[in-house]
C-alpha cells in the first residue's frame, strides 16, 4: 500500500527548498523537513547523498561527503522518513539524487520504499529520458510517484514536449548550464529561454533552479515561471546549526528572507 498522495502546488511563485539528508548531522533529515513546513515553504527536495555528484557545485558536493561520513545511507534515509506523513508534514516531498546509489540498493525496492513513506515524487538528473521510458516509467507508475524531467537553454522543443507529456511533478528549469551553487545571472537570453517555455503552453508548472539563492534572486526568476528552488544557500545556512532549535531558528530566518 502506497503513501503518496498527488503532489499539489500553488499556481505561482512556489517555494521549493532542497537538503541534504543527513547534513549537517544524521539525525536532521526531519527536524529539517517540519522546520521548512513550520516556515511556509511549498514544497522539500531531499538529496540522498552519493559520493560523486556530478551535476552539483562545491556546498553541496562537501555536504554529500559530510552526511556519508556521518553514516547516511538509502536504508537509513528511508527509516527516517518513515513516519514522515504522521509527524504532520504534509507539503510535497521529493527524493533528488543519482541512479548510482538507487540501483545499488534495488530500483523496485527503492521506489516501493519511496511511496510507502509518502515520498511524491523523485528527480534523477543523470536518469535519461530514453531510460525512462525503458527501465523506470513503469515503477514510477506502479508506485504512484511522480518524475521530474530538467530542462536547459539547449533541450529541443520536441524533448520538452515529449516531458510534458509524462505529466511530470514539474520541469526542473535550470536557469544555467552550470552546477549547483552559482549565481542565476540576469540576462536577456535566460529571460528569453523562460518566455520561450512560457509561450509553449505546457500542462507541466516550470520550476527554476541552479543560482537561486535570495529574495532578489527568487523574485527575478518567479517572474516567467511557477516557482524556483533554492538549495546551496540553505545547506550552508544549516552548516553551522548545533541542535533542532538552532535548525529551526535558521530555517525561519533564512524563508522569511525569501519571503
Known amino acids: ?5 498527488f503532489l499539489q502546488l500553488p499556481a505561482e511563485r512556489a517555494l ?3 537538503f541534504t539528508a ?3 548531522r544524521l539525525g536532521d533529515t526531519m527536524p529539517i523537513l517540519e522546520a521548512l513546513q513550520e516556515s511556509g515553504v511549498d514544497m522539500a527536495e531531499v538529496g540522498f547523498p552519493f559520493s560523486d555528484p556530478v551535476a552539483d557545485g562545491p556546498t553541496i558536493q562537501e555536504s554529500n561527503l ?3 561520513g556521518n553514516g547516511m545511507t538509502v536504508a537509513t534515509l528511508f527509516e527516517q522518513l ?3 506523513r504522521r509527524s504532520g508534514v504534509t507539503m510535497p516531498v521529493l527524493l533528488m539524487g543519482y541512479l548510482n546509489p538507487l540501483e545499488r ?5 527503492f521506489f516501493a520504499r ?3 513513506c509518502g515520498v511524491d515524487g523523485l528527480i534523477l538528473p543523470d536518469m535519461p529520458f530514453d531510460e525512462y521510458l525503458d527501465r523506470y516509467r513503469a515503477l514510477f507508475k506502479k508506485e504512484r510517484l511522480k518524475p521530474v524531467f530538467l530542462v536547459t537553454s539547449r533541450t529541443s522543443e520536441e524533448r520538452i514536449r515529449a516531458f510534458d507529456a509524462e505529466e511530470p511533478a514539474f520541469l526542473y528549469v535550470l536557469s544555467s548550464d552550470a552546477v ?3 549565481r542565476a545571472a540576469v540576462s536577456e537570453e535566460r529571460d528569453a529561454f523562460f518566455k520561450r517555455l512560457k509561450e509553449m503552453r505546457l500542462k507541466s508548472k516550470l520550476i527554476v533552479g541552479f543560482g537561486v539563492s535570495d529574495r532578489e534572486s527568487f523574485n527575478a526568476v518567479t517572474r516567467h515561471t511557477a516557482g524556483a528552488i533554492i538549495g546551496s544557500a540553505f545547506v550552508r545556512a544549516v552548516a553551522e546549526a548545533k541542535d533542532d532549535a538552532g535548525l529551526r531558528e535558521v530555517t525561519k530566518n533564512f524563508i522569511a528572507g525569501v519571503r
Open 180 to 182: 549547483t551553487g552559482g
Open 16 to 18: 521549493s527548498v532542497f
Open 66 to 68: 559530510v552526511a556519508l
Open 1 to 5: 500500500m502506497t503513501c503518496s498522495r
Open 114 to 116: 519511496a511511496a510507502e
Open 82 to 84: 518513515s513516519g514522515l
Open 105 to 109: 540498493f534495488g530500483a523496485e525496492s
Open 22 to 24: 543527513g547534513f549537517p
